[in-house]
């Protein structure tokens, strides 16, 4: 489910998650090129920041999803255990 579903911060807390995320790394992109463009930030300052938070985002991505597929195949297996 997300933004394009229609969904709510109410409905999909993930959703307001994700759009701070996304206007956060949008300020500092933003921000970072005027300071580049006014020769107050090097460039590859600016892109080592790009790269840094790029990094981060994935491997915080995929520590929650890991977390959250290994709660599932827990789930699945005590279902599996009951059934029987």
Not at 38 to 64: D, E, H, I, K, W
């Amino acid at each position: 489910m997300g933004v394009e579903d229609g969904a709510s911060c109410e409905q999909d807390p993930f959703v307001c998650r994700r759009f701070a995320i996304h206007v956060s790394l949008l300020a500092l992109y933003g921000l970072g090129g005027f300071l580049v463009s006014r020769g107050l930030l090097p460039l590859r300052t600016l892109l080592s920041a790009v790269g840094f938070t790029f990094a981060l985002v994935f491997s915080s991505q995929g520590a929650v999803q890991t977390l959250a597929d290994s709660r599932r195949a827990v789930s699945a297996v005590q279902r599996c255990v009951q059934a029987d």
